[in-house]
């Protein structure tokens, strides 16, 4: 019985997180889910949110992830997403200035992707969250 979890955070970009953690606690479209090591196998979709990594010391770590795909294994777990950034990477203005954008989008045009403007105003909420808790 394993007592970390091997957590790999992969963006397109490069290979964000590698390490080893207690406790992850995350969002997919599900809801809210927290992993512990010997957790049951899941593949789930993510949603843009402040994810919280417990390390083995119990301190905890924050990072924004976007959307992507979430694999849990028995004593691994890899964040397959969009993006993610530490909170100290994050620029706010920019994150305040997609929020506002998506919101006017939201608000004021009828022939918008609906869709695509929500997402937009959910990663900036959620990076907004991450940088400002």
């Not at 394993?2 to 479209?29: H, M, W």
């Not at 090591?37 to 979709?45: E, I, Q, Y």
């Not at 294994?73 to 890899?78: A, K, L, N, Q, R």
């Not at 004021?108 to 937009?120: C, F, G, Q």
Request: glycine share 4%; hydrophobic share 35%; proline share 3%.
């Amino acid at each position: 019985m394993a007592n970390n979890i091997k957590l790999s955070i992969l963006t397109p970009q490069k290979t964000f997180y590698v390490g080893d953690v207690k406790e992850i606690i995350t969002r997919t479209v599900e809801g809210e889910i927290g992993i512990l090591p010997n957790h049951t196998d899941l593949v789930a979709f993510l949603t843009p949110t402040e994810t919280i990594l417990v390390e083995e010391d119990g301190s905890r770590k924050k990072v924004f992830t976007s959307t992507g795909i979430l694999n849990v294994g028995e004593s691994e777990v890899s964040f397959m997403c969009d993006a993610s950034e530490w909170p100290d990477e994050i620029d706010i203005q920019r994150a305040e200035t997609a929020k506002e954008r998506a919101e006017k989008r939201l608000k004021t045009s009828n022939n918008i992707d609906v869709k695509r403007a929500e997402l937009s105003l959910s990663r900036a909420l959620a990076r907004i969250k991450t940088k400002n808790d």
